[in-house]
């Protein structure tokens, strides 16, 4: 009777652990799953951030440059076209089937309603997780998610909606092929679906598991310190994948705030970092000056000798504004084509007249090997305010700008000053 008790204690003992076991292992399992959709809900919503920032900054910098060219044409149907480059639109598109990888189950892919002609059998939604995006997606509901299969594979679908900007509304409705025409500035335009796999293969993990399944038969005390750590481990795991997350945020965060070619600061993060300045204009610290610059007749150097020489010429002016500046606090961004703008805090007017004279002097002074005959200056527009005053980086980028104008006016490679008194 005691051997039967005692074997149907070690039984119950043995079948109670094996069942904590398999709990662990559901609890590892789905912790797991929790840490990949999480992961792969993040990750969808920086590709589309991505794709939404380059779209616009594409349309902002490069679209908005390339149509004043004569020689150059902005349309959908670009290829095989000399000289003709894609819209926004379709820029967009590119990027997402470019970013795809449809054999791993990540693809992009870009819908709408109201696809051009183009694009009829390709830019309309495609299945239910489409439509339904389409139909509850809106300026209050920005993401809509679900889970699904596709083929063998979990995977997260993540839907964000496109709306309509005036540059895009312009172009629309006065497309011949546009079929809407009746757009507005906040209109729904379409949607991105991004498909993100939901991957729970972990070889080490489930040999961990399958350690705890042994220890767990054997020895009942071990057995529970081996599900603590493989718990603990479990929870190391999601701490690592959110970790990686936010170094690929952060790291896809600078590619968006940084100009690809001279590795400055871009308009959009000029825009951020004077917004964030004046917001709170108690970290100020004053005085504070604006200088723009753009380089003096910079068109003949592109016409003349390609824009690849060119593009080597704006590195060297910006290695060479760099090197007048007094420190990385002094704030350098490219506003335009060749166009750039400088903020310094805590500066006096002499201590200004100083590096305003070291930027003039370096521009002048850049030489471009193999290319002598190219000789580049800039002219500089600037203001300086001494106290807060009602002040604006919208007010003192005015104020520059026009004093810019004013250095043109005065024949170039110089510098002018515009502050309110003179307006």
């Not at 964030?276 to 380089?295: G, T």
Request: charged share 20%; hydrophobic share 40%.
């Amino acid at each position: 009777m005691m051997k039967f008790s005692h074997t149907k204690a070690i039984t119950a003992f043995t079948l109670l652990f094996m069942l904590m076991a398999v709990i662990s292992l559901i609890a590892i399992k789905k912790l797991q799953y929790s840490a990949s959709t999480a992961l792969a809900a993040r990750t969808a919503t920086v590709l589309a951030s991505t794709i939404n920032q380059a779209r616009d900054s594409y349309s902002k910098n490069a679209v908005a440059a390339l149509r004043a060219h004569p020689d150059i044409s902005v349309q959908a149907q670009y290829h095989d076209k000399p000289y003709a480059v894609p819209n926004p639109a379709t820029f967009a598109i590119e990027l997402g089937q470019a970013i795809s990888a449809p054999e791993k189950g990540l693809i992009l892919h870009t819908f709408s309603n109201y696809p051009f002609a183009s694009r009829k059998n390709s830019g309309g939604p495609k299945d239910d997780f489409q439509k339904t995006a389409l139909l509850k997606l809106n300026a209050t509901t920005l993401v809509f998610e679900r889970i699904e299969m596709l083929g063998e594979t979990n995977v997260l679908r993540h839907a964000e909606p496109i709306f309509m900007e005036q540059s895009c509304v312009d172009c629309h409705n006065m497309h011949p092929d546009s079929p809407k025409k009746d757009w507005q500035v906040g209109d729904m335009r379409g949607a991105v679906d991004i498909t993100i796999p939901l991957s729970t293969d972990d070889a080490e993990l489930t040999k961990t598991v399958q350690y705890a399944y042994v220890i767990f038969i054997a020895f009942s005390v071990i057995g529970l310190l081996c599900m603590f750590v493989t718990l603990k481990r479990a929870l190391n795991l999601s701490s690592e994948l959110e970790q990686q997350v936010e170094k690929r945020t952060a790291a896809l965060s600078h590619l968006a705030r940084t100009d690809s070619l001279t590795s400055i600061a871009n308009r959009r993060h000029f825009e951020e970092f004077g917004q964030a300045l004046f917001s709170n204009q108690s970290k100020v610290i004053w005085p504070i000056a604006l200088l723009v610059y753009d380089l003096d007749y910079f068109k003949n150097v592109n016409d003349n000798y390609g824009h690849d020489i060119g593009d080597e010429c704006l590195k060297a002016v910006v290695n060479a504004v760099n090197l007048a500046l007094r420190n990385s606090q002094d704030f350098h961004a490219r506003i335009g084509g060749e166009e750039f703008a400088i903020i310094l805090q805590d500066i006096s007017k002499e201590e200004l007249q100083r590096v305003i004279d070291r930027i003039l002097k370096n521009v002048s002074s850049i030489e471009i090997p193999d290319n002598n005959n190219i000789h580049i200056t800039c002219s500089i527009g600037y203001t300086i305010k001494f106290s807060q005053s009602n002040t604006t980086m919208r007010k003192m980028m005015s104020l520059a700008d026009q004093a810019l104008y004013q250095a043109k006016l005065n024949g170039r490679n110089q510098a002018a000053y515009i502050n309110d008194e003179d307006v």
